[in-house]
């Protein structure tokens, strides 16, 4: 059985590469039984869909500009 630490560290892993099935399958276990990483699980999806729907605007400093002062 996976530890919720465990748990995360595979999420953040699959957002970089594919698990293999005994991990996917593990991780599918835990998450019907633990509402904590089925929650980090969302937080995650949400940050990611913010993150991806962020596009800077003319008006919005960029990281060339220095910092107004």
Request: hydrophobic share 30%.
């Amino acid at each position: 059985m996976l530890t919720c630490r465990r748990v995360t560290e595979l999420l953040s892993e699959a957002q970089e590469h594919p698990l293999s099935l005994r991990d996917r399958a593990a991780l599918r276990m835990h998450m019907m039984m633990c509402d904590g990483c089925r929650n980090f699980e969302r937080q995650m999806d949400m940050l990611r869909k913010i993150s991806r729907s962020y596009v800077p605007t003319a008006n919005s400093p960029s990281e060339e500009d220095p910092q107004p002062k």
